[in-house]
């Protein structure tokens, strides 16, 4: 069963059961635009020792409906959409363990689907939440053709990856006069990891998975009757990711004649971001 489907049959199987919950609960649909740093890193297995990595500025747009506003004890949600795209350098080798530098084309989504529970007025102003749920990352990482450090042409490839994870963790809201925050921090863990390696490879492997950390701190400006108007989000995100068991590719890399294994490196996967939001009454 796939990560997309396996998410799928999740979020479906668990929004039945909290269907009459969420249904009571009055949201805001949401549509925002930004900009994240994004930061990706290979490493020799077991060690710190950097292989390869890329860096660079990635796009990003978000439609959301949540009820992170609720002003009661109780349940809350959100549902956030998030597409991305970039261009960023890339500073490793080639398979041949030559010094390469190129371009690396970003394009994904994300979509996400919290669940919590409000402690409202904890103390004044201040409320509380416990949060918990599921999301599906997928993303297209194609590195470009270039020229290595010996002055040699090399072809490059692209790796698609699918990250279905949960996420837990909790949230703090603070209502002011004019201006409310909140920030959500908490912790992620794949479930499941697919990575398919295109030609001339021709390759599935699966990266171990590891728990990363992730917060989002938001500002929301409201108007006279009390809703949300717009809000601007600081953010960081992450996925750890452990070498993959080998497989045999369709390369001989080595020349030797035969296909030689290949296996996907302890990697980290870094986005620091903001993000411009505005809501729909």
Request: hydrophobic residues 35%.
């Amino acid at each position: 069963m796939s990560p997309r489907t396996r998410f799928t049959i999740s979020a479906l199987a668990l929004a039945s059961v909290l269907l009459p919950s969420i249904a009571s609960a009055k949201g805001q649909l949401s549509l925002g635009i930004g900009v994240q740093g994004h930061l990706w890193e290979e490493f020799v297995s077991g060690t710190k020792n950097k292989l390869l990595d890329e860096a660079g500025a990635r796009y990003t747009m978000n439609l959301s409906y949540d009820t992170y506003d609720t002003q009661s004890d109780g349940l809350i949600y959100g549902v956030d959409f998030l597409g991305y795209i970039g261009d960023l350098d890339y500073d490793g080798s080639t398979q041949l363990g030559v010094d390469a530098k190129t371009t690396t084309a970003y394009l994904g989504s994300d979509l996400r689907v919290t669940l919590g529970y409000r402690h409202h007025n904890i103390r004044p102003r201040y409320s509380f939440d416990w949060l918990g749920g599921l999301g599906y990352n997928s993303w297209g990482r194609e590195i470009g053709d270039g020229i290595d450090a010996n002055g040699s042409p090399f072809s490059g490839y692209t790796e698609i990856y699918s990250v279905f994870y949960a996420h837990v963790g909790g949230g703090l809201f603070h209502r002011g006069d004019s201006w409310d925050q909140y920030l959500q921090f908490g912790f992620k863990h794949p479930l499941d990891i697919t990575e398919k390696v295109e030609e001339p490879f021709n390759v599935k492997l699966e990266p171990d998975a590891n728990t990363s950390f992730y917060f989002n701190w938001s500002f929301y400006k409201k108007d006279n009757d009390g809703l949300r108007d717009y809000a601007i989000t600081l953010y960081a995100d992450s996925f750890r990711f452990g070498d993959s068991p080998a497989v045999i590719s369709s390369v001989d890399v080595t020349g030797d004649g035969n296909p030689d294994a290949v296996f996907q490196p302890e990697s980290d996967y870094s986005v620091f971001g903001v993000r411009l939001t505005w809501y729909y009454k």
